[in-house]
């Protein structure tokens, strides 16, 4: 059975469908979500202890159903709505990383001076001390 992924334009929350007739709607922002194309393909889901929830899942739908109630244990307790998704540490898109702000941060990196040109520095305006 295809997937279909759809991303909210502006919570940026990630949902898969089964069927691609329809754009679903954000369950917090309640606009229409876009359709989201990849080639990626998600490793298969592995059962294991989830330290978000505090518990194992022992399947996908496990996984999401225990979000689910995670986000509407949230939503009670805070008065604010939370919506958990979750998220693949390989999707740029979800943590709002912009090929400008890839591109800010290795520039802030390789442009940061070595421990040794800090030295110099330190050294002639202290003396050498
Ligand atoms: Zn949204």
Redesign the pocket.
Known sequence: MPLYEWR?P????LTTTTDNSTPPT????T?SLHRRYTFYKPAPFTPHFNVSLGRHVSSRQDFLEGLKAASDSATERTGIPH?YVPIDIADRDAFGATDESMDDYHRQHHDSPTYDQLREVHASETGGI
């Not at 502006?10 to 929350?13: D, E, T, V």
């Not at 954000?26 to 922002?29: A, I, M, N, P, V």
Request: charged share 10%.
């Open positions: 909210c502006k919570c940026h929350a954000c369950t917090l922002c606009i919506n």
